[in-house]
């Protein structure tokens, strides 16, 4: 048995990272078997990858992470389509994951209660510079033309992020045309409908 037939991709069902995975794997067709973990991560978690996330792919006795390199195995095991093209693709791609970090980030620390707790030697709120961040992202995106029409990895990326937000509690995203146009392009897709994230509401005040 090969690496290919033994390939399983980690996930939690509210991950947008291990989403993008997902996607690809449905659009591809890819002999990935997807196996839910319970979030938060438990210790067999950080038995797979140490960072404690998700995706991670595991092919035979190798494990890959992270989520970026996830998403480069994958292409290369559909036999490298265009809708990743590494020369013009791999900055804004990680670029995009970057933000996503920097997204969830600021969320987790304002769902978890965390605030201020003595004196501010860094002068900034790392929340508060976590959402600048991912504005300046976008606006970043929806300017160049890092991002193209149909299939396209960086694509996926952004519309899984978006549509996690969409699916918490919200981002400013849909007022730029140009992205708006293709996250939702891509959330018609079979591959979107079929790993659609929970949905979840923050209730703290």
């Not at 195995?73 to 093209?85: E, I, V």
């Not at 600021?106 to 605030?115: D, E, I, P, T, V």
């Not at 193209?148 to 400013?172: P, Y």
């Amino acid at each position: 048995m090969t690496d290919r037939d033994q390939a399983r991709l980690t996930y939690f069902p509210g991950s947008p990272f291990a989403r993008m995975c997902r996607v690809l794997v449905h659009e591809w067709d890819l002999p990935v078997e997807p196996v839910e973990h319970a979030f938060p991560p438990g210790p067999e978690m950080y038995a797979i990858n140490p960072l404690g996330q998700v995706p991670a792919l595991i092919l035979g006795d190798r494990t890959v992470f992270p989520t970026f390199l996830v998403l480069e195995t994958l292409w290369d095991m559909a036999g490298r389509p265009d809708a990743y093209r590494p020369d013009d693709d791999r900055q804004p791609l990680l670029t995009v994951l970057q933000m996503g970090d920097a997204y969830t980030a600021a969320c987790y620390q304002r769902w978890s209660g965390l605030g201020p707790v003595g004196h501010n030697a860094v002068g900034y709120d790392p929340a508060a510079r976590n959402l600048e961040r991912v504005a300046a992202t976008l606006d970043w995106l929806e300017t160049g033309t890092a991002i193209r029409e149909g299939l396209s990895m960086t694509g996926v990326a952004l519309a899984c992020l978006c549509l996690w937000a969409d699916a918490r509690e919200g981002l400013d995203w849909r007022s730029r045309a140009k992205l708006r146009a293709v996250v939702d392009a891509l959330s018609g897709r079979d591959s979107f409908r079929a790993t659609a994230p929970m949905a979840w509401s923050y209730s703290g005040t």
